[in-house]
C-alpha cells in the first residue's frame, strides 16, 4: 500500500484527458462475449484489476481469451456451455460477483464457487439470491448471505420481480438468468438504473423492451457474438471534472466518454449547483422507446465556477450512485446546504462509502453528518476544506476523492493507499498531475 500527498492547486487545471475505459460496460461486454456462440471483439476494454478479475473467470469457466493490443477478443462457450465444478475469484469486483450467478444459476447439473478478497467477503449476495431462488437456482452463501458462496445450477423458471432497491447489478443478474428461463421474465425498478445490460442484449439479439420501469425479455436458445466499443468512464471522468469545478481558473475537456442518459444524473446535479459543463448527452427517451443498442459518447467540457447547496432525492441516485462522495465534497464548497437522500445502497460498495465519506471530510475540515440513506452536508462557500489525512481504506473511489480533495483545499491532502485507484482508473495521477501541469 502506498501513499501519495496532494498539494493545493496554485492555478487553474488545463489541458484534456481521455478517460479510462467504462468499468461496468467493460465487464459486461467480456461475460456476454463468454456467453455467445462465436467470437467476440472488445474495442478499448478497460485493463484494469477488476476488470482483469472478469477475464480470468471467464477463462476459468472455458472461454478463449486473447488481447490485442487495448482490444479483448472472446470465444464464447454458448449460453449453457460454462464448465462445472469452477472455482472463480472475483477479487474485488462487485459487478462481477452479482452478474455472473445468473448465468451459472442457469447450467444445470454443474456447481461453482465464488470468492474474492476480505473486502469482497463484507458485501452482500442475498439480494441476488433471493431472485435466483424464486427461478429455482440453488444459492449457498456463508451466514445466508456472505461470500464465499456456492451456485448451484437448474432448469429456471421465469419470474415477475420487483427490486426492493434500484440496482443494475441485480436487474441485470435477473435478466441475465431470464435468457434461459421457461418464458417471459420481467423486472420492476423503483427508478431507473444503468440499462447497459438491456443495450447488450439487444445488440445480441434478444428480445427485449422496457415500458415504464418494467424491464422483459424473452428466453434465448443463444447469444450472437458482437463487436463492441467501450466508451470512456463517466464514472472515473467524474473526478477530473469535479477538480476542474473546485480550482479556480480551470478549463477542462474530458475525451470520448459515454454520456448514456443512465449515467449522466452527476452532470445534472453539478449543473444545478452552478458548474458549467458543455457536451451533447443523450436525451432521456419517451415512455415506450425501443430500448438502445448503441452506447452514446461525446467529449465533455468543464470550467470552475461558484457552487451553490442542492438537494438529491432517492430517485436520483441510481443514475449518479458512484458519484455521490463527489457531491459530498462539492458541497464543502458551496453556499448553502447539500443534502442526498436515499443512498443507503452506499453503504454496500466496497466500504461503506457514507461513513468513508463522512468520516474521512469531517476529518479533512468539513462540517457533514451521516444519515441512515445518505449525508448533510453544511457548505463553506470559499472557505472550502483545511487538508489533512484520508485513508482510502482499500476503495479506489475514496483514493481519488481524497485526491480531489486535496487540489481544493487549504493544506493540501495525504491519502493512505493511493494505489487503490487503479481498480478503475490505472492512470489517475498521471493524469491529474497532467492537467496541472506537472507531467
Not at 473467470?57 to 460454462?82: F, K, N, T
Not at 447547496?309 to 453556499?335: K, Q, R
Request: proline share 4%.
Amino acid at each position: 500500500m502506498s501513499d501519495a500527498f496532494f498539494a493545493p492547486a496554485t492555478a487553474g487545471l488545463q489541458g484534456s484527458v481521455t478517460a479510462p475505459a467504462d468499468k461496468s460496460i467493460s465487464h459486461r461486454a467480456a461475460l456476454f462475449g463468454a456467453m455467445s456462440s462465436g467470437t467476440a471483439r472488445i474495442v478499448n476494454y478497460l485493463h484494469a484489476q477488476d476488470t482483469t478479475s472478469t477475464l480470468d473467470a471467464i477463462r476459468v469457466l472455458g472461454a478463449r481469451v486473447r488481447l490485442e493490443g487495448d482490444d479483448v477478443v472472446v470465444e464464447g462457450v454458448g449460453l449453457r456451455g460454462a464448465g462445472d465444478g469452477a472455482m472463480i475469484d472475483v477479487g474485488n469486483a462487485g459487478t462481477l460477483m452479482r452478474l455472473l450467478p445468473g448465468w451459472l444459476a442457469a447450467q444445470e447439473g454443474s456447481t461453482f464457487q465464488l470468492d474474492g478478497d476480505a473486502s469482497i467477503r463484507r458485501r452482500p449476495v442475498d439480494r441476488i439470491a433471493q431472485p435466483l431462488r424464486r427461478m429455482g437456482g440453488v444459492i449457498e452463501a456463508t451466514d445466508g448471505r456472505y461470500p464465499p458462496f456456492l451456485v448451484r445450477g437448474r432448469a429456471l423458471r421465469a419470474i415477475s420481480y420487483v427490486l426492493p432497491v434500484a440496482s443494475a447489478q441485480v436487474k441485470s443478474c435477473v435478466l441475465i438468468a431470464g435468457m434461459c428461463a421457461d418464458a417471459t421474465t420481467t423486472v420492476t425498478e423503483p427508478a431507473p438504473s444503468r440499462d447497459h445490460t438491456e443495450r447488450m442484449l439487444a445488440g445480441a439479439g434478444v428480445r427485449i423492451a422496457r415500458d415504464g420501469l418494467d424491464v422483459s425479455l424473452q428466453p434465448v436458445d443463444s447469444l450472437h457474438a458482437q463487436h463492441i466499443v467501450v466508451p470512456g468512464d463517466l464514472s472515473s471522468a467524474a473526478f477530473m471534472i469535479a477538480a476542474a469545478v473546485l480550482v479556480a481558473g480551470s478549463r477542462v475537456t474530458v475525451r470520448d466518454v459515454g454520456v448514456n442518459w443512465t449515467r449522466t444524473g452527476f452532470l445534472r446535479i453539478l449543473e444545478r449547483m452552478g458548474a458549467a459543463v458543455q457536451g451533447e448527452l443523450e436525451a432521456v427517451p419517451g415512455t415506450g422507446a425501443a430500448v438502445a443498442s448503441a452506447e452514446p459518447i461525446c467529449d465533455l467540457a468543464v470550467a470552475a465556477g461558484p457552487l451553490r447547496g442542492t438537494a438529491v432525492a432517492a430517485e436520483e441516485v441510481p443514475l449518479a450512485i458512484d458519484e455521490l462522495p463527489l457531491v459530498a465534497l462539492l458541497g464543502c464548497f458551496a453556499e448553502g446546504e447539500t443534502v442526498v437522500r436515499g443512498a443507503q445502497e452506499l453503504r454496500v460498495k466496497e466500504s461503506d462509502r457514507i461513513a468513508g465519506v463522512v468520516d474521512g471530510l469531517r476529518g479533512l475540515g468539513a462540517e457533514i453528518e451521516a444519515t441512515d440513506d445518505g449525508f448533510v452536508v453544511s457548505g463553506a462557500g470559499c472557505r472550502g476544506l483545511r487538508g489533512g489525512t484520508i485513508d482510502a481504506a482499500g476503495d479506489h473511489r475514496m483514493a481519488m476523492l481524497g485526491a480531489v480533495a486535496g487540489l481544493a483545499s487549504h493544506e493540501g491532502v495525504q491519502v493512505v493507499g493511493i494505489d487503490a485507484a487503479a481498480v478503475s482508473y490505472p492512470g489517475f495521477q498521471q493524469d491529474l498531475a497532467r492537467l496541472r501541469g506537472r507531467a
